[in-house]
């Protein structure tokens, strides 16, 4: 057995590890990060929103990023009925950046981590967490690699980003029941070689099929085109036989895109994933924190999950740098609180996208611009500006808004 020690190890090198890796090498502190699949891999999560952009920055990964020309992503279009609603993200309440991106993942990722690795930071690619054991204020975590060969490392913090593996969820027993519906996912890619010119061809689109099921169309710019579904497990029933052919039928009810991408070849078999909402008891304990998809997982209506991923990487970072330098944190305060405002806001928004009220004010002709840019704020991640009302009274906000708003047609 090898035996190494390390100030932090870091469980997973997607964006929520490499974002806590890249702040943690600036502070000078000891890092090794755990990954148990080999880069690059795929995985869901292509649309970023722009609050992504300032922890790509602090975390001093933007650079590198900006020079892979990903597909700029300037806001959001949902289409339902024949009827189009637009986010601009120039237009949004309050400050913040105007503009992220939509990345294919398996690139995206695997640059994030060759970022890291060029500033020194170790990757232990294929590395399996098998246990993780604290005791005398020390983890001695043992990993194993594709040879089964096994490694035991100590470290005096772990902050666990490994995303659905959800690594020290399964070992410490955290796993919670979701708070947002039980929904499934079925997901694809294809070349889209017909691509139209122009925003058309460049813009991501979310058609609504009924109030509990929707479509995605992420377009990138290496040509490809990420193709999706998300709804109730009661509305992926009415579906059968192979997932390519559950995926043609889906692709059947869509009004505005059935007809562009019907007899489309896709790259890969479609992926179905049962049960995409995640939750756990509690984010951090002794000696670890829980980041990005590791802890929690809403849905991805609005895109909020790398913006999860890197808020609390980054976070965690800072403050296991803080608690290592000699200083006591208070993590309920300056972590679990600051993490489920976000969550709680972004949880309001799905559910009432669910219930169908937000859609309705979505597509409706009479809600003010004011309010347009407010809520455009919330899809844009800033989720923590208490000066907007439609964070700050979240809960009541959208039912007060959908009230009024339609308080003549359906009395």
């Given at each position: ?74 806001g959001a279009r949902f289409v339902k009925n024949g009827k189009i609603a637009e986010f601009d993200f120039s237009k949004k309440f ?215 991923a890197t808020e609390s990487g980054l976070l965690s970072a800072k403050l296991v740098a803080r608690q290592l330098s000699g200083e ?84």
């Amino acid at each position: 057995m090898d035996k190494k020690e390390y100030d932090v190890v870091i469980i997973g090198a997607g964006p929520a590890g490499m974002v806590a890796a890249g702040y943690l090498e600036k502070t000078g502190v000891s890092v090794l990060v755990l990954e148990k699949q080999f880069f690059p891999r795929f995985t869901i999560g292509e649309s970023l929103i722009p609050r992504c952009m300032d922890n790509f920055s602090e975390a001093g990964l933007l650079e590198d990023l900006q020079e892979q020309n990903y597909q700029k992503k300037t806001g959001a279009r949902f289409v339902k009925n024949g009827k189009i609603a637009e986010f601009d993200f120039s237009k949004k309440f309050g400050e913040g950046w105007d503009w992220t991106w939509q990345v294919p993942r398996a690139d995206f990722d695997l640059k994030l981590a060759e970022s890291i690795q060029k500033r020194g930071v170790k990757i232990n690619f294929g590395a399996e967490v098998v246990s993780a054991k604290w005791e005398n204020k020390l983890w001695t975590i043992e990993s194993k690699d594709p040879k089964a060969v096994l490694s035991n490392i100590t470290s005096r913090f772990i902050i666990d980003a490994s995303g659905n593996g959800r690594v020290l969820a399964g070992l410490l027993k955290l796993e919670a029941p979701a708070k947002i519906y039980d929904h499934s996912s079925i997901f694809t890619h294809i070349k889209e070689d017909n691509r139209p010119p122009g925003k058309e061809g460049t813009q991501i689109t979310f058609e609504i099929i009924t109030r509990g099921a929707w479509f995605w169309y992420i377009p990138f710019s290496n040509g490809n085109t990420s193709l999706g579904f998300v709804g109730e497990n009661d509305w992926f029933n009415t579906f059968s036989g192979s997932r390519s052919e559950m995926f043609k039928q889906m692709l059947g009810q869509c009004d505005f895109y059935k007809d562009r991408f019907s007899k489309q070849e896709y790259l890969f078999e479609p992926v179905k994933l049962s049960g995409i909402s995640k939750n756990v008891q509690h984010l951090h304990g002794d000696g670890f924190a829980l980041a990005g998809n590791s802890a929690e997982f809403l849905d991805p209506v609005f895109s909020s999950g790398v913006a999860f991923a890197t808020e609390s990487g980054l976070l965690s970072a800072k403050l296991v740098a803080r608690q290592l330098s000699g200083e006591i944190i208070n993590w309920d305060k300056e972590y679990t609180e600051h993490i489920q405002k976000a969550i709680n806001v972004f949880a309001t928004y799905v559910k009432e996208w669910y219930t169908g009220r937000l859609q309705d004010i979505f597509f409706t002709d009479n809600a003010s611009e004011n309010i347009k840019m407010q809520i455009c704020s919330v899809l844009a991640g800033y989720v923590w500006d208490n000066k907007n009302p439609f964070v700050r009274n979240h809960e009541k906000a959208i039912k007060n808004l959908h009230n009024f708003l339609y308080s003549e047609k359906f009395q």
